[in-house]
């Protein structure tokens, strides 16, 4: 039987795209509110001198910038820059780089995640990918998937829904086991003890597998020349889903900031997005 067609509300959507369409506004609007109150905690405005752009104007500008992938010189034909110049949208987010605003906003949806689902994380995933290069200038090696053109490795550790916990980047040619101790190193929330992590074979190694038992974790690291059964695969397909979800945002295919901390304040940012779905 063919379902029944969904019902049209007054502007001609459906019921499924008006959801949709409220559940991003709600998501910008406590993604842009948690941005507020950690600059106004870390950099609050002057008291005297000219009076700063808007946080709220600030923020759109650097989403469309985010998911347009566009020059932030091409501000200046949008309307995300009727108040200010391009330049003081570009100055603002480089502060924001300095101070790690990204990255505090992310901590706090983390535990604004965990405190309204007071959910048990199933288990995690840790993989890294491949960044190409464009202009950046540090944090650079051989990518050998790139014909050995200069890339960085951005690796993740993710729960069970593909929300990351934690976020590294290294030079492209930087083994996957050399990556485990500074990834758990900058985790952003408590990692659960007696959970299983799920990694594949470029992290087949008896000293990998020993650090994870010392965090509390049960390792189930896929090992080489032998076949990896089709549950661990599944398993690990969340953190395959972050990077997906992560390619939506054209300005993260590719580096095109000169300095690795602002490619990393960009990921922030848009993890800040997915955690927003999940907690709007």
Same mark, same amino acid.
């Given at each position: 039987?063919?379902?029944?067609?969904?019902?049209?509300?007054?502007?001609?959507?459906?019921?499924?795209?008006?959801?949709?369409?409220?559940?991003?506004?709600?998501?910008?609007?406590?993604?842009?509110?948690?941005?507020?109150?950690?600059?106004?905690?870390?950099?609050?405005?002057?008291?005297?001198?000219?009076?700063?752009?808007?946080?709220?104007?600030?923020?759109?500008?650097?989403?469309?910038?985010?998911?347009?992938?566009?020059?932030?010189?091409?501000?200046?034909?949008?309307?995300?820059?009727?108040?200010?110049?391009?330049?003081?949208?570009?100055?603002?987010?480089? +502060?924001?780089?300095?101070?790690?605003?990204?990255? /505090?906003?992310?901590?706090?949806?983390? &535990?604004? $995640?965990? =405190?309204? *689902? @007071?959910?048990?994380?199933?288990?995690?995933?840790?993989?890294?990918?491949?960044?190409?290069?464009?202009?950046?200038?540090?944090?650079?090696?051989?990518?050998?998937?790139?014909?050995?053109?200069?890339?960085?490795?951005?690796?993740?550790?993710?729960?069970?829904?593909?929300?990351?916990?934690?976020?590294?980047?290294?030079?492209?040619?930087?083994?996957?086991?050399?990556?485990?101790?500074?990834?758990?190193?900058?985790?952003?929330?408590?990692?659960?003890?007696?959970?299983?992590?799920?990694?594949?074979?470029?992290?087949?190694?008896?000293?990998?597998?020993?650090?994870?038992? +010392?965090?509390?974790?049960?390792?189930?690291?896929? /090992?080489?020349?032998?076949?990896?059964? &089709?549950? $661990?695969? =599944?398993? *690990? @397909?969340?953190?395959?889903?972050?990077?997906?979800?992560?390619?939506?945002?054209?300005?993260?295919?590719?580096?095109?900031?000169?300095?690795?901390?602002?490619?990393?304040?960009?990921?922030?940012?848009?993890?800040?997005?997915?955690?927003?779905?999940?907690?709007?």
């Amino acid at each position: 039987q063919s379902r029944p067609p969904l019902a049209k509300t007054g502007r001609g959507l459906t019921e499924r795209s008006s959801r949709k369409a409220c559940s991003d506004a709600d998501t910008h609007d406590l993604v842009a509110r948690v941005i507020r109150n950690v600059v106004a905690g870390v950099a609050p405005n002057a008291k005297t001198g000219r009076p700063r752009v808007s946080v709220a104007n600030t923020i759109d500008a650097i989403d469309f910038v985010l998911k347009t992938g566009m020059p932030w010189r091409h501000l200046q034909e949008t309307r995300c820059t009727q108040e200010c110049h391009y330049t003081t949208i570009h100055k603002r987010f480089c +502060s924001w780089v300095q101070l790690g605003v990204c990255r /505090r906003v992310h901590k706090t949806l983390l &535990r604004l $995640d965990a =405190s309204k *689902r @007071a959910r048990d994380q199933r288990h995690y995933c840790l993989d890294s990918t491949l960044i190409k290069n464009q202009v950046g200038q540090d944090c650079l090696g051989r990518n050998p998937t790139d014909r050995g053109r200069r890339g960085t490795k951005l690796s993740a550790l993710v729960d069970h829904r593909g929300m990351p916990v934690a976020l590294a980047v290294f030079s492209a040619n930087t083994s996957d086991y050399r990556t485990v101790e500074a990834t758990f190193a900058r985790a952003d929330c408590p990692i659960r003890p007696r959970r299983v992590i799920y990694a594949d074979k470029g992290y087949d190694s008896a000293k990998i597998r020993e650090f994870l038992r +010392s965090q509390q974790l049960r390792p189930n690291v896929a /090992r080489r020349r032998t076949q990896t059964p &089709r549950g $661990d695969v =599944s398993n *690990r @397909a969340c953190v395959e889903h972050l990077f997906g979800w992560l390619d939506k945002s054209r300005r993260l295919l590719m580096r095109f900031d000169t300095y690795v901390e602002t490619y990393l304040e960009f990921t922030y940012l848009a993890c800040c997005h997915l955690l927003g779905r999940r907690v709007a």
